[in-house]
């Protein structure tokens, strides 16, 4: 079974933090994938990796950056964390770019 | 803009009948369509995926494509109150990441 973990189920901080959130996956995925869900808003893409420090933006890219420096884990960055980034993140990977995606449990974060 | 399409109910049915979940898109590039099922508050799980027109079958569940229509649906039979939950529609072109639909809430009723 294809595993991808998530560092934190639930995350609190405050505006202006650098916010880190890790995504490991097991099945040696070459894509990998950071959504945030909104309610009425579904998933919107952030960004993706398509290999080790690859990366392409998605379609909210603004406000993030992402890191993958081994194959198995891509972390999202919120360099100064604002309110209207309290959300549920994602992380899915996947074998090729347009195949199946397998998510993690998801991130809830709040910023206060 | 590629976009996929679901209505986003949410669609209510009895224990027992037949939930039908539908799906258009708007890109005829895509070849590959995904379901998934997502539980409130947890993350999204893959129930089936298709690739060619016509039906598969995995158990209670159905997936229909109908390429020529750009559109895709998800039969769930014998529906139980665990089967409640919100079901997104995603597709796949050869050159491009998944789009996914904003979802359809199925509601079932013991």
């Known amino acids: 079974d294809v595993k991808v973990t998530q560092s934190s189920r639930y995350l609190v901080k405050r505006t202006g933090e650098k916010v880190f959130l890790e995504c490991v996956q097991d099945?040696?995925?070459?894509?990998m994938f950071w959504y945030r869900q909104d309610p009425g808003l579904g998933l919107r893409l952030i960004y993706f990796?398509?290999?080790?420090?690859?990366?392409e933006k998605g379609d909210i890219p603004e406000g993030y950056s992402v890191s993958r420096e081994k194959k198995e884990r891509f972390s999202l960055i919120l360099e100064s964390a604002s309110t209207n980034q309290t959300s549920m993140y994602l992380c899915?990977?996947?074998?090729?770019?347009?195949?199946?995606?397998?998510f993690g449990p998801g991130t809830r974060l709040t910023v206060t | 803009q590629k976009e996929v399409e679901q209505n986003s109910g949410p669609l209510s049915v009895p224990e027992g009948a037949i939930a039908s979940l539908n799906c258009t898109y708007s890109?005829?590039?895509?070849?590959?369509f995904f379901w998934y099922r997502q539980y409130s508050g947890k993350s999204p799980e893959l129930i089936m995926f298709?690739?060619?027109?016509g039906d598969k079958e995995d158990g209670r569940f159905t997936a229909q494509l109908n390429k020529a229509s750009q559109y895709v649906s998800l039969l769930i039979r014998d529906s139980q109150p665990s089967d409640s939950a919100t079901y997104l529609c995603?597709?796949?072109?050869?050159?491009?990441?998944?789009?996914f639909g904003k979802g359809t809430m199925l509601l079932v009723s013991p």
């Open positions: 298709i690739y060619s027109n």
């Open positions: 099945m040696d995925h070459e894509n």
């Open positions: 995603a597709g796949g072109s050869g050159y491009s990441t998944l789009t």
């Open positions: 899915a990977s996947s074998w090729v770019r347009e195949g199946e995606q397998y």
């Open positions: 990796s398509y290999d080790v420090k690859m990366k």
């Open positions: 890109d005829r590039g895509s070849q590959s």
